[in-house]
């Protein structure tokens, strides 16, 4: 007899989370505005202060409602760590966490998260895991520090094919506390999203869990951006379940830490900087959890591949 499948909405999922951000929003401490174009958007650290419990919110938002983010006590000079967990992995960070909707109108330009790019579906991931939403409503999450221009958010709503006063849009700056956060709970979507990059049988993972430190914010966006990388790249650990042959366990295992890149060992902001601040130039294979753990559930065993830093953690967070 073959298993259920399971198909959840993350849209209509993460936009109760998002109306209850709404609702929490002076204990939060964000910000809810109508653009003129209809669509609701929350600022999380533009023009108000935002936190840390924003942060965890919106990266459960992100995460379609199929995620939990909890932050727990570290060790050392990693004092709080974010931690993430999804029994529909695949679903929850390639169909919704994952930033691949390009946005662009005159200079503004930002990569869209979360559910409502499983509306737009036009990203070829969409294709591969056979999934697409249908809602009425939508959320979307930018990195950005500046709203969008009212003519963009429309062409959103439209490319969703929701209202544009049924679409909500989360805004959260990089040097933010929020947007710290939420950057910083995707250690189990990066790992996904390499699994996926060395062609592991996506639907395999049935289960997963990562965390990550949490770093201080910079007001510099390449020192915030490098921070939060790092924190995943040199700091960052995931255990993944999966399904089928032990020896492509143990494959995944062997390909997914980023130590595996050309580009492993520096600060990424150094990375960054080496590259003329080209992203695209960087070696996608850094793009994964420093340590990880890929259990067979068919067998049973538990391969464990990779390493953590905690000294560069240490000299890119600004620890004295």
Not at 24 to 35: K, N, T, W, Y
Not at 75 to 100: D, F, K, M, R
Not at 113 to 122: D, E, H, I, V
């Amino acid at each position: 007899m073959s298993k259920r499948s399971f198909n959840p909405s993350v849209n209509r999922l993460g936009a109760a989370l998002a109306a209850a951000l709404v609702r929490d929003a002076e204990a939060l401490r964000i910000g809810v505005s109508q653009d003129a174009s209809g669509v609701t958007l929350i600022d999380a650290g533009i023009e108000v202060p935002g936190g840390i419990e924003a942060g965890r919110r919106i990266a459960e938002i992100c995460l379609g409602g199929l995620g939990t983010v909890s932050l727990s006590k570290g060790e050392g000079v990693w004092p709080w760590i974010v931690t993430v967990h999804s029994s529909n992995p695949v679903l929850a960070c390639l169909a919704s966490q994952y930033a691949g909707w390009a946005l662009k109108h005159d200079d503004f330009f930002a990569l869209g998260s979360g559910p409502a790019r499983a509306l737009w579906g036009k990203e070829e991931i969409f294709g591969e895991i056979g999934y697409k939403d249908h809602s009425t409503e939508a959320v979307l999450v930018l990195e950005v520090d500046r709203a969008p221009p009212s003519a963009l958010l429309k062409e959103i709503a439209s490319e969703a094919g929701v209202a544009a006063d049924k679409l909500t849009v989360i805004l959260t700056p990089t040097q933010s506390l929020a947007g710290n956060v939420q950057v910083v709970a995707r250690s189990l979507e990066v790992a996904l999203h390499k699994a996926h990059t060395v062609h592991f049988p996506i639907h395999n993972i049935i289960d997963g869990l990562g965390s990550a430190p949490l770093p201080t914010p910079h007001p510099d966006f390449i020192t915030a951006m490098g921070r939060t990388n790092d924190a995943i790249l040199y700091g960052g650990t995931v255990q993944l379940f999966v399904a089928g042959g032990e020896a492509e366990a143990e494959d995944l295992a062997n390909k997914l830490p980023s130590s595996t890149s050309r580009d492993y060992g520096r600060p990424f902001a150094e990375i960054f900087g080496a590259y003329s601040g080209d992203f695209y130039q960087i070696d996608p294979f850094l793009f994964s959890p420093g340590l990880v753990q890929v259990a067979a559930v068919d067998t049973g065993h538990t391969f464990i591949r990779g390493k953590l830093d905690a000294a560069l953690v240490a000299k890119s967070f600004g620890v004295a």
